[in-house]
């Protein structure tokens, strides 16, 4: 009995003082992690409107929906940027995405996947947005813009109301989306999160371009 | 100062990791697909691998033999938050790359395998420098295997282009892939000893892969507080 007591007791005592630790650091931490991820999200937001369009999201006019975040960027009281922050299920949990809308014509003009859990290698083909380095070549993107991805860039041009599916593209059916192979589940988490930013946008259009 | 001197380097080579002790299998198959990914991976865990150590070796007198592995885990799994929570304040970039790949420390053996076969016999000193040599050792080895399947799959090393117009050869980002490149890391170490061996006149044994080798669960509670 008195044994068992003394193992609850160093146990408990090992937990407790680990917790005391985490929530010290988590405390700490904190305004540093947020501001962080305030700052990445500006940066992103910029990166989903075409390159030099110079535009400030205003965080008073953001638009809150189920699932569907949109922010809105103003110049002289007109609406110059719409981006979409949405998210959808991939293989390794969700992946957040932007969706960039032309106000003007309401065509998608870039997608980009902000945050995921997807197989580095093999899921990452249908959402990251890397250059390819090599030692031979200096780097030719300019500021503003962002490395291609085949994948993702299917969707830039598109309509921003209509909703889309994975599949074999044919020249008379702009709603099917051509997948990754081996990445059939990414694919399919990034389509999900276009999907909804275009429900919404098609519910929501007046007043969304208000 | 010659045994701290060893303990630090025996895990970097005589006992690395994971091409002779053959800990932690799983994070060298799946995260040995690119040079860069193994480099964060090793040296996050080597960072995990000295904190844990070193706490470990400092309370191993006041926890009871009995509930020592879970004290274990509760100390490994504190400090592999914490590195997540430091790296997403202050390296955003770093975190970006290796984010997913943290949280896989928890289940890494050699850091539950370290504390139990050294950190909880040995004192804080000689503990952290095993941390620190084992963690590198498993670092150096994660990179030399993923340093090959990276060039092997498309020609690259740490994402730069090294030979322009390499075949993409999927099949080593795989993790079939990776059993292979490590079956060969595998067998030129055996050669190596085999060729040793020989040359002391010796005939080379493989190491036997059953407990029999491995001293971290034979002894019994009472004897690992003495």
Redesign the interface.
């Given at each position: 009995m008195k044994?068992i007591l003394?193992?609850m007791v160093?146990?408990g005592l090992?937990?407790a003082i680990?917790c005391a630790?985490?929530v010290f650091?988590?405390e700490r931490?904190k305004a540093?992690?947020e501001a962080?991820e305030q700052a990445?999200l500006n940066d992103n937001l910029k990166l989903a409107v075409p390159a030099g369009l110079d535009c400030e999201f205003d965080a008073a006019r953001r638009l809150d929906y189920d699932k569907v975040t949109f922010h809105r960027a103003y110049r002289d009281g007109r609406l110059v940027a719409l981006v979409a922050q949405t998210r959808g299920h991939g293989f390794?949990g969700r992946i957040y995405s932007l969706v960039g809308l032309d106000p003007a014509s309401g065509a998608i003009t870039r997608v980009l996947v902000t945050g995921h859990?997807e197989t580095?290698?093999?899921g990452t083909q249908a959402t990251d947005r890397?250059e390819?380095?090599?030692?031979?070549?200096a780097s030719e993107l300019q500021p503003g813009e962002v490395p291609p991805n085949a994948f993702l860039d299917r969707f830039t041009g598109k309509s921003g109301e209509a909703s889309y599916v994975l599949g074999k593209p044919e020249p008379d059916k702009p709603g099917i989306i051509e997948g990754v192979s081996?990445a059939t589940y990414s694919s399919k988490g990034v389509l999900q999160g276009v999907n909804r930013a275009c429900k919404v946008f098609r519910e929501h259009r007046a007043e969304l371009l208000n | 100062m010659k045994s701290y001197l060893k303990e630090f380097v025996k895990g970097l080579w005589q006992e690395n990791p994971v091409l002779v002790l053959m800990l932690g299998m799983c994070p060298t198959l799946a995260v040995s697909s690119s040079a860069k990914n193994a480099l964060g991976m090793g040296l996050a865990t080597t960072a995990v691998l000295a904190g844990s150590n070193v706490v470990i070796s400092l309370i191993r007198k006041l926890i009871p033999g009995k509930v020592r592995i879970p004290c274990y885990i509760v100390v490994i799994a504190v400090f592999v938050t914490i590195v997540q929570l430091l790296m997403a304040a202050y390296a955003p970039e770093l975190n970006r790359t290796l984010g997913i790949f943290i949280p896989l420390i928890v289940v890494n053996c050699i850091v539950l395998g370290r504390a139990e076969a050294f950190a909880s016999k040995h004192g804080p000193v000689l503990s952290l420098l095993d941390g620190i040599g084992m963690g590198l050792g498993f670092t150096v080895a994660l990179m030399a295997l993923g340093g090959v399947r990276e060039f092997l799959s498309g020609g690259t090393l740490f994402e730069y282009v090294v030979v322009p117009g390499w075949p993409s050869f999927m099949l080593f980002k795989f993790p079939a892939g990776a059993f292979i490149v490590l079956a060969f890391f595998l067998a030129a170490m055996n050669y190596r000893k085999m060729r040793q061996a020989l040359r002391e006149g010796r005939i080379y044994e493989p190491p036997e892969l059953d407990c029999s080798r491995c001293h971290i669960c034979s002894h019994d509670d009472d004897e690992h507080h003495k």
């Open positions: 044994d003394r193992l160093s146990l090992v937990c680990g630790a985490l650091v988590n931490t540093p992690r962080v990445v390794g859990a580095p290698g093999l890397k390819q380095k090599s030692l031979w070549k081996g | -």
